[in-house]
């Protein structure tokens, strides 16, 4: 029997999925260019479906899925306007008197914020491990290569797409620009632990006896 507290939050899910369909629409009408915004926020498409079709036998803690619809808005910000553009980031870059756009690292630092707490769960929830600095550095690692990846499909974008890919990969002419963006998938990694591994600790306890009662016999 779910109580009336409990029937909510399984209706969570259903309603991040829900918001992020409809943001997924508004970002690609009038997007700079429906190219770079698909490739933007098909890592966001491809996680919608891996949790759709998870859902049932591995569900998440609200954390991790409320985390996940940030960084898709995330994504789909910046696939609209491309990472260089955003206006949001343009104001911060004036009032700060910065010399390019930020948004573009605040985008990779959310790729290390958000996926810390979902690599962090399943590391909980499918390995021996245990709260501490072991599985602190784990996760960190696992952020980093995701990370890496990320920048290697870039590289692969940059390769096939020639000068049509530079608003996806929004340089802004900075020659270090890959390793900012690893610097600061570390850097959102490590805040996040910080600051969210109770929180989830408290989640991760909440979760598990629903969690068993749906595992398969």
């Not at 009336?4 to 700079?32: D, H, K, M, Q, W």
């Not at 929830?125 to 499909?153: D, H, K, Q, Y």
Request: hydrophobic share 55%.
């Amino acid at each position: 029997m779910i109580t009336p507290s409990a029937a909510p939050r399984r209706r969570e899910p259903a309603v991040l999925l829900a918001v992020g369909l409809v943001a997924l629409v508004v970002s690609a009408i009038g997007a700079t260019s429906l190219g770079t915004w698909f490739l933007e926020v098909f890592a966001a498409l491809v996680g919608a479906v891996v949790l759709v079709l998870t859902y049932r036998r591995f569900p998440l803690t609200p954390l991790a899925y409320r985390l996940i619809l940030a960084h898709a808005l995330v994504l789909m910000i910046g696939g609209h306007w491309t990472y260089a553009e955003v206006p949001a980031g343009d104001w911060v870059r004036d009032v700060l008197g910065l010399a390019r756009n930020p948004y573009d690292r605040f985008g990779h630092f959310m790729q290390g914020f958000v996926p810390a707490v979902v690599a962090r769960e399943i590391l909980l929830r499918r390995t021996p491990l245990r709260p501490g600095r072991w599985l602190s550095a784990l996760v960190i690692c696992v952020v980093m290569a995701v990370s890496a990846t990320w920048e290697l499909f870039e590289w692969l974008a940059a390769v096939v797409g020639g000068s049509s890919a530079d608003d996806f990969l929004g340089t802004q002419g900075d020659v270090w620009d890959t390793q900012w963006d690893m610097f600061m998938a570390g850097v959102g990694a490590s805040v996040s632990l910080l600051l969210l591994s109770r929180v989830h600790d408290r989640q991760l306890r909440e979760l598990r006896p629903a969690a068993t009662r749906a595992a398969p016999v």
